[in-house]
DNA sequence: CTGTTAGCGCATTCAT
DNA sequence: ATGAATGCGCTAACAG
């Protein structure tokens, strides 16, 4: 019933060949005759010999495995970067083992020497934050990697990033060509990359139009539900908040319009946001006027054909950094 | 500076011991003096010795990776699975690479197989559809797998599942409870037993209230969300319709609803919802009266220990199924 | 073009 | 309790 494991070995005497010339037949290696080849061919299907990749990765030490260390798996963005990086992968021959930091730095230290131990060829990393104390130790394990999303300031990688300044500044601008002058911002920790030059898109928007930020409506944390959730129970408290609120990402803006739905208050009516990335429920949110829209797909493909370049060794030795528009998208308020 | 590998051979050196003893200590054999061991463990570190999981796997034939093959990434539901399971493998030493099959039957049994080529110990299956066309082939791999959320059919297997009639046939009681007597049902195909089952709660609950059901105003589909979207667009149109839906999943739920939004008619206030799954959305899903809650981290965590104890050995040698308890939610309709 | 040979790094008999 | 020797299945020189 359990077949016995055939190897190159049983293959090579089925088809009167040397393992050598098997193993070539197996990589594709042009230096066979036709005619052998065809021989060897048959003997392999005729044995159902299977290719074991522990033992060529012993040898060859690569393993066609990538892996990916996203804060957490069950964020739309990180899930859908990971789908469609793991196409691109697939196509490319590479399998993708997922890890996660849980949103902790130690643990994503901890991490990253886990993958580079299984010996994955490569890592894709969306670092927690900015802080690259663990930076010496990765780099002592000489492992190609890419930053997606957000980076570790100091470390040459390549990288895949969306305009955040540009993304920011136009939704905000996009508000106050609709009359709004009072704007609000709700936001990411700025030792996050991303955070940051959202921020500065925010207040460059403002800049240009004239209007003044107000410190006290600046509003920073880690963007998860919870926060967006708490922090719209603050600001609706308080009376001479504003109405309208740019918001750093979908997690803080699906907490900050829970709240505004669980409360039926009659200011709710007056709310307006603009926010960062559009997903397919983002019609459900409220209050959402405008929101900047990434290209996630062309982005996780984007890293994958990177780190496999870097890995096979194609493509300009030097760290690139792909840097892609967003795309701003305006909703109509249904409320 | 690149760090020549170092292997064990250089710290049974280091120690003066046999590269057996230290093999021994690396996989904590108690046949090993308490002295020797110290010796070793400091040679280890002292070298910056790193074990190569490789190599360990060419010997052993276990790679301490789990596969999990998902229709796709991008549903939330599957990646809360996975990334329970991740937590949860993690903890117990081994790694989850992730397949997608693209919802296609032909490209699961490719993924199977070649996650199977990959050598991973075990598969954790979410199968696309109950056909089990493939099956003989899958068993010849001769690798553990677990089902889960949905099966294939006549394959013996761990199971891990919700009680799918049950969740159904409660929601739709509780419609049934406040009053809503024409129930209409948007579901997927029942070949896959997800869908079936749910589709049987429905008719228990509607018959145990002695209430009609409208073969009309049953539909049966590919559950995505331009299902739902499709298929709400044509119930609005025929003014016959029932006011009143069981919805099978998230998705076909976020399509009806995008597409009662985008519709601003008189009637959408009339609609109501009841349907599978909840997510940290779900409470701006404006028709959703109630939503069967499944216990989905806990889902993953089995998944995860039951394919351990079966590539372990550990546990019982039948297959086990487990059946877990669905929670109703019940939301304020805020219109 | 093809065969011979020698490991990759580790776990594991079988002795001692 | 420890060491010597063997081989997991494959690839990569090097010869021919």
Redesign the interface.
């Known amino acids: 019933m359990?077949?016995a494991t055939v190897t190159i070995r049983h293959v090579a005497e089925r088809a009167k060949v040397s393992t050598a010339t098997v193993s070539r037949v197996l990589n594709n290696n042009p230096c066979v005759r036709q005619r052998t080849r065809q021989t060897v061919l048959e003997a392999i299907d005729s044995l159902g010999y299977?290719?074991?990749?522990?033992?060529r990765?012993?040898k060859t030490?690569r393993?066609n495995?990538i892996g990916v260390l996203a804060p957490?798996?069950?964020g739309?963005f990180f899930?859908?970067i990971?789908?469609s990086m793991?196409?691109e992968l697939?196509r490319r021959g590479y399998?993708?083992?997922?890890?996660?930091s849980q949103s902790s730095e130690e643990e994503e230290a901890k991490q990253v020497r886990?993958l580079a131990?299984?010996?994955v060829d490569g890592i894709v990393l969306i670092p927690v934050g900015g802080s690259n104390a663990y930076l010496p130790q990765i780099s002592?394990f000489?492992i190609p990697i890419v930053f997606v999303d957000r980076i570790l300031k100091g470390y040459r990688a390549d990288k895949v990033l969306v305009d955040n300044e540009e993304g920011a500044c136009k939704a905000v601008s996009a508000l106050i060509g609709e009359g709004h002058h009072r704007i609000g911002y709700l936001g990411g920790n700025p030792e996050v990359t991303t955070a940051e030059e959202r921020y500065k898109g925010y207040c460059r928007a403002m800049k240009e139009a004239g209007l003044e930020i107000e410190q006290k409506y600046v509003r920073f944390g880690n963007p998860t539900?919870p926060f967006g959730y708490r922090a719209m129970e603050d600001i609706i408290k308080d009376p001479y908040s504003p109405n309208t609120w740019f918001i750093v990402n979908i997690f803080t803006h699906?907490g900050a319009?829970?709240y505004l739905?669980?409360e039926?208050e009659e200011r709710t009516r007056q709310i307006t946001f603009a926010s960062f990335d559009e997903m397919?429920?983002s019609?459900?949110?409220?209050y959402c006027r405008y929101a900047v829209q990434q290209p996630i797909a062309e982005m996780g493909k984007a890293a994958a054909n990177l780190i496999i370049d870097r890995i096979e060794g194609i493509g300009p030795p030097e760290p690139q950094t792909l840097r892609f528009k967003t795309r701003l998208i305006q909703h109509?308020l249904?409320r």
């Open positions: 359990s077949k299977k290719l074991n990749v522990v033992a990765s012993l030490s393993t495995t957490d798996l069950s739309d899930m859908f990971a789908e793991n196409r697939a399998s993708l083992v997922v890890g996660t886990h131990e299984r010996l002592d000489n539900l699906l319009t829970n739905i669980s039926g397919p429920y019609p459900l949110l409220r109509k249904v």
